[in-house]
T-cell receptor, first 113, second 115 residues
Framework: AQKVTQAQTEISVVEKEDVTLDCVYE???????LFWYKQPPSGELVFLIR??????QNEISGRYSWNFQKSTSSFNFTITASQVVDSAVYFC??????????FGPGTSLSVIP | DGGITQSPKYLFRKEGQNVTLSCEQN?????MYWYRQDPGQGLRLIYY???????QKGDIAEGYSVSREKKESFPLTVTSAQKNPTAFYLC??????????????FGDGTRLSIL
């Protein structure tokens, strides 16, 4: 069965600090997709990134970077030089090929000015 | 702008009452979804639809019903059989091809409370 664990329930950092959000997943499939979504206080989830199981290259997009490691079944998300606008709940999610998406419980990030 | 519109933003239900949450999208997506979010929990799938006039139960479908008569619309009815309906409800859509692997676009959500 597929499962997504985000062990950090809440994180608080001071503005400009770097922060890493952890995501550990479980799946028996060799083909799967991993996602990160951001949920700001307004409520809607915003898609950030998708990764397939065959592409372990790390990715950087501005202040955001993602570290995908199949050996440890992890897909961690780092925000560099955090800003107040980064305050949100972040969800990691997993989809086995051709199946529905399973979301983790989310990590609530507070960036303090 | 293309997107998903959910209404109302806040909804109150009386005992024994059915209420319907609206979800409309203009992204030309075939697949649509309803999720329930409870405090401190991730999203749980209620129903999904990959094409007009067809829909499937998700993980927590009991007490809910849906219809998909138009591509743009996927309303969710919370029936009186749902004993604990207080939650935040999110509607989403995606392309149908490889549907589980597609990024989903979300609406702003409807917060349902019991009177």
């Amino acid at each position: 069965a597929q499962k997504v664990t985000q062990a950090q329930t809440e994180i608080s950092v001071v503005e400009k600090e770097d922060v890493t959000l952890d995501c550990v997943y479980e799946t028996r499939d060799t083909t799967y997709y991993l996602f990160w979504y951001k949920q700001p206080p307004s409520g809607e989830l915003v898609f950030l990134i998708r990764r397939n199981s065959f592409d372990e290259q790390n990715e950087i997009s501005g202040r955001y970077s993602w570290n995908f490691q199949k050996s440890t079944s992890s897909f961690n998300f780092t925000i560099t030089a955090s800003q107040v606008v980064d305050s949100a709940v972040y969800f990691c999610a997993l989809s086995e090929a051709g199946d529905k998406v399973i979301f983790g419980p989310g990590t609530s990030l507070s960036v303090i000015p | 702008d293309g997107g998903i519109t959910q209404s109302p933003k806040y909804l109150f239900r009386k005992e024994g009452q059915n209420v319907t949450l609206s979800c409309e999208q203009n992204l030309n997506h075939d697949a649509m979804y309803w999720y329930r979010q409870d405090p401190g929990q991730g999203l749980r799938l209620i129903y999904y639809s990959q094409i007009v006039n067809d829909f499937q139960k998700g993980d927590i479908a009991e007490g809910y019903s849906v219809s998909r008569e138009k591509k743009e619309s996927f309303p969710l009815t919370v029936t009186s059989a749902q004993k604990n309906p207080t939650a935040f409800y999110l509607c989403a859509s995606s392309m149908r091809e490889g549907w589980g692997n597609q990024p989903q676009h979300f609406g702003d959500g409807t917060r349902l409370s019991i009177l």
